[in-house]
């Protein structure tokens, strides 16, 4: 067979279902290959929009999302996807196409040297410089992608490679590389700080949703009586219905969440990587007493210097420490943070009522309503995102996707999209007019895929969080300012139904319609 075909029957044993791109020239034998396999080619608006696919299948399965480039062009288009996936630990593998090896030596019509690129942005990548390889360099994309922590890798094949003819066969998948237990050690030094510490406190990172491991924080946490505290990309970890939850890092009207994280004499973190949230706004003078629970040793930084390490699988530890906290002196109370936590979910449940203006603080406790435990909320970024990652209830794993690795605008469209095929749930993408525009035309893709999401559409006219920024900054703003078209006709023009609700009660009645049709719609919400 081709090189191409032998790629397809490869994807097909790693289990792919879709593959999301544009098409190019240099990709003809590659579409054509997945015209006659099992894997469904998408064709997407931009290559963007298909990174961010294949970012939100990854974060949402475990399993790696796929995403297709020509060469050039395609390819640097790609990367802002692909570097949010390897930034935000989603697995992805990308692929792109290039011109022929023949010609790669000298300047050539759209020739870019895409590994190259790709480096600084994915774990592994490499160029299939022989059809020969591709069975081992799609296995080896697949394995590294996915093993903990995930990221993105990527695969060029040139033109040439592509058509030319192998005997090689896809190589089996093995399942994924078990992470290790904990050593005992590493288990009782933790246990001794459990045991002398009175106000413990867990900061739960996205590793504690991405490893499986939320139902063993939430036995940990029912055995200890510790309190939780989640990063953005960590929310559901522990429900926020559970009276141990202070829901995240920023959460409560007066940093409710920051005083618990302040007045405790341990943290544990578990599944925490500094990329999704900067611990000297928590640990400022760096003297606060850490464990680190992941799978990975801690990123070296004075404001995150663990005091004990324990490397291995976080269930597993999470298991030991549970099954052994029995033994050990600590009877910790809710005392010194239950007050804490009577407020923070006292801010989150105000909702807008007649009196008030239009934000997006007061609308979320509307569409919190409408929304299933289980349904899937996708963020994008700007200033309504700091609401949904402080002020937004999750109470299941993988229910409230923000990106706060790479934090790239525009991934809310695509991404409910990539959710709606993955996941039964009902999906709802939050995003304001900044990101929306930046990835609307997407909407077209899931029309005619069939896909029925919500977008919840906060519109200011500005790039709302700079402006915030900057007034604080400098008491003024510049440069963010926005024209919009009129989003029904848009809206309507891509197959989506609109709304524009202009009163509280027409925004919580809105909300309530549009997530339960089951139709592909835009809920335009105009904030004050």
Same mark, same amino acid.
């Given at each position: 067979?081709?090189?191409?075909?032998?790629?397809?029957?490869?994807?097909?044993?790693?289990?792919?279902?879709?593959?999301?791109?544009?098409?190019?020239?240099?990709?003809?034998?590659?579409?054509?290959?997945?015209?006659?396999?099992?894997?469904?080619?998408?064709?997407?608006?931009?290559?963007?929009?298909?990174?961010?696919?294949?970012?939100?299948?990854?974060?949402?399965?475990?399993?790696?999302?796929?995403?297709?480039?020509?060469?050039?062009?395609?390819?640097?288009?790609?990367?802002?996807?692909?570097?949010?996936?390897?930034?935000?630990?989603?697995?992805?593998?990308?692929?792109?196409?290039?011109?022929?090896?023949?010609?790669?030596?000298?300047?050539?019509?759209?020739?870019?040297?895409?590994?190259?690129?790709?480096?600084?942005?994915?774990?592994?990548?490499?160029?299939?410089?022989?059809?020969?390889?591709?069975?081992?360099?799609?296995?080896?994309?697949?394995?590294?992608?996915?093993?903990?922590?995930?990221?993105?890798?990527?695969?060029?094949?040139?033109?040439?490679?592509?058509?030319?003819?192998?005997?090689?066969?896809?190589?089996?998948?093995?399942?994924?590389?078990?992470?290790?237990?904990?050593?005992?050690?590493?288990?009782?030094?933790?246990?001794?700080?459990?045991?002398?510490?009175?106000?413990?406190?867990?900061?739960?990172?996205?590793?504690?949703?991405?490893?499986?491991?939320?139902?063993?924080?939430?036995?940990?946490?029912?055995?200890?009586?510790?309190?939780?505290?989640?990063?953005?990309?960590?929310?559901?970890?522990?429900?926020?219905?559970?009276?141990?939850?202070?829901?995240?890092?920023?959460?409560? &009207?007066?940093? #409710?969440?920051? =005083? /618990?994280?302040? *007045?405790? @004499?341990?943290? $544990? !973190? +578990?599944?925490?990587?500094?990329?999704?949230?900067?611990?000297?706004?928590?640990?400022?003078?760096?003297?606060?007493?850490?464990?680190?629970?992941?799978?990975?040793?801690?990123?070296?930084?004075?404001?995150?210097?663990?005091?004990?390490?324990?490397?291995?699988?976080?269930?597993?530890?999470?298991?030991?420490?549970?099954?052994?906290?029995?033994?050990?002196?600590?009877?910790?109370?809710?005392?010194?943070?239950?007050?804490?936590?009577? &407020?923070?979910? #006292?801010?989150? =449940? /105000?909702?807008? *009522?007649? @009196?008030?203006? $239009? !934000? +997006?603080?007061?609308?979320?406790?509307?569409?919190?309503?409408?929304?299933?435990?289980?349904?899937?909320?996708?963020?994008?970024?700007?200033?309504?995102?700091?609401?949904?990652?402080?002020?937004?209830?999750?109470?299941?794993?993988?229910?409230?996707?923000?990106?706060?690795?790479?934090?790239?605008?525009?991934?809310?469209?695509?991404?409910?999209?990539?959710?709606?095929?993955?996941?039964?749930?009902?999906?709802?993408?939050?995003?304001? &007019?900044?990101?929306?525009?930046?990835? /609307?035309?997407?909407?077209?893709?899931?029309?005619?895929?069939?896909?029925?999401?919500?977008?919840?559409?906060?519109?200011?006219?500005?790039?709302?969080?700079?402006?915030?920024?900057?007034?604080?900054?400098?008491?003024?703003?510049?440069?963010?300012?926005?024209?919009?078209?009129?989003?029904?006709?848009?809206?309507?023009?891509?197959?989506?139904?609109?709304?524009?609700?202009?009163?509280?009660?027409?925004?919580?009645?809105?909300?309530?319609?549009?997530?339960?049709?089951?139709?592909?719609?835009?809920?335009?919400?105009?904030?004050?």
């Amino acid at each position: 067979m081709q090189a191409a075909e032998l790629l397809v029957e490869c994807l097909e044993r790693e289990g792919v279902e879709h593959v999301f791109g544009l098409p190019g020239e240099e990709t003809e034998d590659l579409l054509f290959a997945m015209r006659d396999s099992t894997v469904e080619f998408v064709p997407c608006r931009h290559e963007q929009g298909a990174a961010f696919m294949a970012n939100v299948h990854g974060r949402l399965t475990g399993e790696a999302g796929v995403c297709l480039s020509t060469l050039g062009p395609g390819a640097t288009n790609l990367m802002t996807g692909v570097a949010d996936a390897n930034l935000d630990k989603a697995p992805v593998v990308a692929l792109s196409a290039q011109g022929g090896l023949e010609r790669l030596h000298k300047e050539s019509h759209q020739a870019l040297d895409i590994v190259g690129l790709f480096e600084p942005i994915t774990k592994w990548n490499t160029r299939i410089s022989d059809p020969e390889i591709v069975h081992e360099s799609v296995r080896k994309a697949f394995k590294l992608a996915e093993h903990e922590k995930p990221g993105a890798t990527h695969l060029e094949l040139p033109e040439d490679i592509a058509a030319e003819e192998t005997e090689a066969t896809p190589l089996p998948n093995r399942g994924n590389v078990r992470r290790p237990d904990p050593d005992v050690q590493s288990v009782e030094r933790v246990l001794e700080l459990l045991d002398e510490s009175e106000r413990p406190l867990v900061i739960a990172g996205n590793g504690a949703v991405r490893t499986r491991a939320a139902r063993e924080l939430r036995n940990f946490v029912d055995e200890t009586e510790i309190p939780v505290v989640s990063t953005y990309m960590g929310k559901g970890a522990v429900s926020d219905a559970d009276a141990h939850s202070l829901m995240t890092l920023d959460s409560g &009207d007066d940093a #409710e969440a920051s =005083s /618990a994280i302040a *007045s405790a @004499d341990l943290v $544990v !973190t +578990v599944g925490y990587d500094i990329a999704e949230h900067d611990p000297a706004g928590w640990n400022p003078s760096a003297e606060t007493t850490i464990v680190h629970v992941d799978s990975e040793p801690a990123e070296v930084y004075e404001h995150y210097n663990p005091d004990i390490e324990v490397v291995a699988d976080p269930g597993a530890t999470l298991r030991a420490l549970t099954s052994a906290c029995p033994d050990i002196d600590a009877n910790y109370d809710d005392a010194w943070y239950a007050d804490l936590r009577a &407020d923070i979910v #006292e801010d989150v =449940s /105000a909702r807008g *009522s007649v @009196d008030d203006d $239009v !934000t +997006v603080r007061g609308a979320l406790p509307y569409l919190r309503d409408a929304l299933a435990d289980d349904d899937v909320l996708v963020s994008d970024v700007g200033s309504h995102k700091m609401a949904i990652a402080q002020n937004y209830p999750t109470y299941e794993s993988n229910t409230c996707i923000i990106s706060n690795g790479l934090a790239s605008m525009g991934i809310a469209v695509p991404g409910a999209l990539a959710a709606d095929l993955a996941v039964d749930s009902n999906v709802v993408a939050v995003t304001g &007019d900044g990101g929306f525009l930046m990835n /609307a035309a997407e909407l077209e893709t899931a029309n005619r895929l069939g896909c029925g999401f919500t977008v919840v559409l906060f519109v200011d006219d500005d790039y709302g969080l700079i402006s915030e920024k900057q007034e604080a900054d400098r008491g003024e703003h510049f440069g963010t300012e926005l024209d919009n078209p009129e989003f029904g006709a848009f809206c309507e023009s891509f197959g989506a139904e609109h709304y524009r609700p202009e009163s509280w009660d027409e925004i919580d009645a809105a909300f309530a319609d549009a997530t339960a049709s089951g139709d592909l719609s835009v809920v335009e919400v105009r904030l004050d």
